[in-house]
């Protein structure tokens, strides 16, 4: 069984970040350390929230992981919140396999709980990591570069290349719109993979999406699924739960209704897989 490290944010209510990650995760029969990097009551989607800094809890929990030399089969850091935990990550990876979500913020702007500062530091640790799955303007964000959204896919190549260029070995950026085409972008220079797995958008945009596909995606190419054959499982996947929701008229401010149908598909695949 794998061993995971999770870093992210837990929200008390509405379904986002850890809690998608964990459900994840454990289908696949993963065994999952929960480090949460901040607790809201609700995700940021909401007007009003409460919220409790576990800053010190985190840096404590990692200084003494770090001293017992605990290792995992790979790291998941999704939100980092601030600076302080992202330099403690830094200082506990000691070359362990890190897959970041780089959760800045969409559609042109940062989330209202992000600085470009915060978005430079994360820069530091997708240079450490062995994937990143940023949005596309995520992705700009990461190079200190002004968001387009009119692009080409020489563009949106060119964009792929300069975050290998970074560190991490593979680079998938999400939300990507050429033409009349709308999916998402994988590059791996090292395996000369550049693949877009297009799909029929789905005016449709609940919470939580994102972290449902970076885990997804991680968790197929985990068990030795071809990046590409991950790529258009998880996209399809994505498509089909949110054509559901959008069906049953889910409240999108609470986010996706996931659970049973998701697992029915991961059942499927990890039978498929043997």
Do not use: W
């Amino acid at each position: 069984m794998k061993k995971i490290l999770l870093l992210n944010d837990l929200c008390i209510s509405s379904k986002a970040a850890s809690s998608i990650n964990v459900f994840i995760f454990n289908h696949f029969n993963y065994e999952v350390d929960l480090l949460p990097t901040y607790l809201y009551s609700n995700h940021l989607g909401f007007k009003d929230i409460v919220s409790l800094d576990t800053a010190s809890f985190l840096k404590d929990t990692l200084n003494l992981f770090k001293q017992r030399k605990q290792k995992y089969d790979f790291i998941y850091a999704g939100l980092l919140v601030n600076e302080a935990n992202i330099n403690v990550l830094l200082d506990y990876l000691d070359n362990q396999k890190l897959y970041l979500d780089p959760i800045l913020g969409d559609n042109g702007s940062f989330y209202k709980t992000i600085t470009k500062e915060y978005a430079i530091k994360v820069r530091e640790l997708a240079k450490k990591a062995y994937l990143i799955t940023p949005n596309l303007f995520e992705a700009y964000a990461l190079l200190d570069k002004q968001y387009e959204t009119n692009i080409s896919i020489d563009k949106i190549f060119k964009l792929a290349q300069e975050l290998v260029n970074l560190g991490p070995k593979i680079v998938v950026i999400t939300s990507v719109k050429v033409g009349l085409e709308y999916g998402v972008y994988l590059y791996s220079k090292e395996l000369n993979i550049s693949y877009f797995s297009k799909i029929t958008m789905v005016d449709y945009f609940p919470h939580g999406t994102g972290d449902m596909f970076s885990t997804l995606f991680i968790s197929l190419i985990e068990e030795n699924v071809s990046l590409t054959k991950s790529l258009d499982m998880t996209v399809n996947i994505i498509k089909d739960i949110i054509i559901n929701n959008k069906e049953n008229n889910i409240d999108l401010l609470y986010g996706l209704s996931y659970e049973k149908l998701l697992a029915k598909k991961i059942d499927l695949i990890k039978v498929a897989l043997g």
